[in-house]
Nanobody, 124 residues
Framework: QVQLVESGGGLVQAGGSLRLSCAAS????????MHWFRQAPGKEREFVAT????????YYADSVKGRFTISRDNAKNTVYLQMNSLKPEDTAAYYC?????????????????WGKGTLVTVSS
């Protein structure tokens, strides 16, 4: 079982930056890959970013490529999402998710555990 707690959301002006954190605690020895999703009001949850198990490859939604960076600190069991050049359309609740196993996914229904989310609001 995995517990995920996101933090770092807030209100920022367009063009600004935020760094989201996802602290993970595990109660088993399973391997998990970590992902970020977001959900804007009235829209479906969508994939944002992930990284493979070894951490040497990252994957991003086209809408955030070049602006967002996913990273992790294994010693702190924490995954980060650095968000730069934020746009009003980035406004959403951002969720950290864990998928059991070595493979990654861009599908929300492929995740096994979710955090409660952190809200990001970008003003124009």
């Amino acid at each position: 079982q995995v517990q995920l707690v996101e933090s770092g959301g807030g209100l920022v002006q367009a063009g600004g930056s935020l760094r989201l954190s996802c602290a993970a605690s595990r109660r088993d020895s399973s391997i998990y890959t970590m992902h970020w999703f977001r959900q804007a009001p009235g829209k479906e949850r969508e994939f944002v970013a992930t990284m493979n198990w070894s951490g040497d490859s990252t994957y991003y939604a086209d809408s955030v490529k070049g602006r967002f960076t996913i990273s992790r600190d294994n010693a702190k069991n924490t995954v980060y999402l650095q968000m730069n050049s934020l746009k009003p359309e980035d406004t959403a609740a951002y969720y950290c998710a864990a998928k059991r196993g070595l493979t990654i996914s861009t599908k929300a229904d492929g995740m096994n555990y979710w955090g409660k989310g952190t809200l990001v609001t970008v003003s124009s």
